[in-house]
């Protein structure tokens, strides 16, 4: 028999094409990929009832992998219209950007038929919402504390219709003082059963309009779900929903729970799962009309705006946000994928394990991608529930931080080699020496690491003063400056050598470049910083490092404009350190430097302090184990270790830092 009478439609469609994800590389080394998801409508023109059995998916251009057959068994009553939606991710089609389909023709056999229904349509990535382009994030970096993020699959969790670009995501984040990661709050076990709402991460977070809209729907007084839920087997976690039913049905879209509803530009997005009574009562939904009044507008809201606190209500069985875009009208609207910009992720893989970098080398990767106007990388179908990546809103990621002490000067150069394949470099280089006996010295190496974020920042070290002259001129004619500047005595040359961080300026440079000198004696230093005081400069680094019995200065300075008051100091003592940190601090200027050094049989200290910086946390003389804990503490207070220094004291090592958030 020829083909039914069948009329066919096809989503999600929008500018004439049917319309894919595109999606950022889960890894540096990943290749950009495409995700395509069909939904299709079938009008039975006939009075017979009908049977489609399997889609067959035709690309004549690009490459797509897998079979292109997709079994449906889908039965259609006479005049009837159903709609028919991949089953489930794995069964969408995944394909390199690079060669991606342009075309398709989809053809549905039908039972009893030998000619399909077949309809050819053009394809194309998704642009995002008319006259919005891509979404920001529903959240900012603000928003989260040290070491937390998002995190959820890059696959839909919802296996079609409407939904079938959703994401349920949750906020992940490090307990610092065992370094596991978890979705409860620092002290939580990430496999504690039973824990309550209040411990999850995501719980009371902000959630906020991803782009310029009107609010269409609100609900707000929907009862939260007092607890998550926690079962063995599926089928008690079936009766648990069950159970929760009388909390949300009888609400409009009540399994959203609390949730708003937003019309950017040409389709909806759902915001869904709040806390009861967060959303903002400034927000008014949308008053549709009626056949003797107008529609009335719903509030008008801007990108960012605050609209409510994530929770647990409706259809939920743990404190989490859902968001998805569909076409109006809500419900029966074709699905859209959402792109994303102003916002970084990550393979989780990269930061925890199981498979991570941490349990193979000991160290977390920071390999992070920046989203601009392209989809969440693709997740593991097979597991949509399970994050497989985190993501970082609004702001440049500087986590993880990673920080490596007293490494031996020859094993420096393998760990720098290998921090740069996980994705991170140095921020801060620091050099100390250990005298074990006459003509018998260790020189060690303390590093922070952070994201490379691909940053061009040129870093040396083990360079005389000839070579790093030459380095430095080299860099500064192709508009670099020093970072960061470091001397140290190399036991392994005998000679006093330098490292240094290099960086460019951004799109609002200094009235004036940072200067660097090196391998200066006293006198000289003390006449080049004061000619820089007097033009306006202040110090940044001030290195000073015991060549053969003689001290040797090296110091870097920024531009300021000479309204900083500058309180420099390259000798300071053991006793002396904390009474110049009191008066300064009296003084309302702020330690932003702080180097020991070994010289003459005793530890002695260069320390800047100037008015007008940030007033971090400084400890020094600290044992390893102290440092940790100090380390430890103030990540859970939300600073970040801002710079580092060891030294030789009472025969051994210590160790100071400065804190910043």
Known sequence: MTAPSVTMTIQPYANGKLVYLPMAPLTSSSKPKGRLMVELTLINNSGSTLTATAANFGFPTGTVAGTSIRPMMVQLDPFATVTWSMPTTSSHFLFDLATAPTTVTVSVFFAGFDDPVSITVPVGPHTGPNAIGSYRFPSKASDLALGEFWQFNGCSH?????????????????????????????????????????????????????????????????????????????????????????????????????????????????????????????????????????AIPGTLVKAGQFLGKAGNSGNSTAPHLHIHSSQPPYGTGGPRPMLFTDAWTIDNDQVMGPGAPAKLGGDPGGSWTKLNGVGIPPGDSQQGHIGDVFLLPSAVPTWPEVVHFSVEENDYQALYDAMAKKGMSPTWINTHTIEKGPLFFYTFFNVIFRPSLGADQPAVHGVDAAAFSSIKNDLEKKGYHVKQLESYFSMRHGMELFAAIFAKYGPLPPRKPAQAYHGKTFSEHQTLASSLTAGGFVPANMSVVSVHGRLSYSGLWEYRGGSTSIDLEEHLTTATLQDTFERNFKASRFQTYLKGYYHDGSTRYAAIFLSGAPNGKVRSDLRLGGFHTVLTDQRRGGKLLRSITGYQLDGDGAYGGIWQA
Request: charged share 20%; net charge negative.
């Open 158 to 294: 919802d296996p079609g219709y409407h939904q079938c670009f959703a994401y349920d995501m949750n906020v992940v984040g490090i307990q610092h003082g065992s370094d596991q990661y978890s979705i409860l709050t620092e002290g939580g076990d990430p496999f504690q059963l039973e824990a309550p709402n209040s411990d999850y991460r995501i719980f009371g977070k902000p959630v906020r309009a991803m782009a310029d809209g009107e609010i269409i729907e609100i609900i707000n007084d929907c009862t939260d779900n007092a607890a998550p839920l926690y079962a063995s087997t599926k089928e008690d976690m079936n009766k648990l929903i069950e159970a929760q039913k009388p909390n949300w049905n009888t609400y409009p879209n009540g399994e959203a729970g609390n949730h708003v509803i937003i019309q950017h530009g040409d389709e909806y997005a759902m915001y869904a799962h709040l806390q009861k009574g967060t959303i903002s009562s400034l927000l008014k939904p949308r008053t549709p009309a009626t056949k003797t009044t107008p």
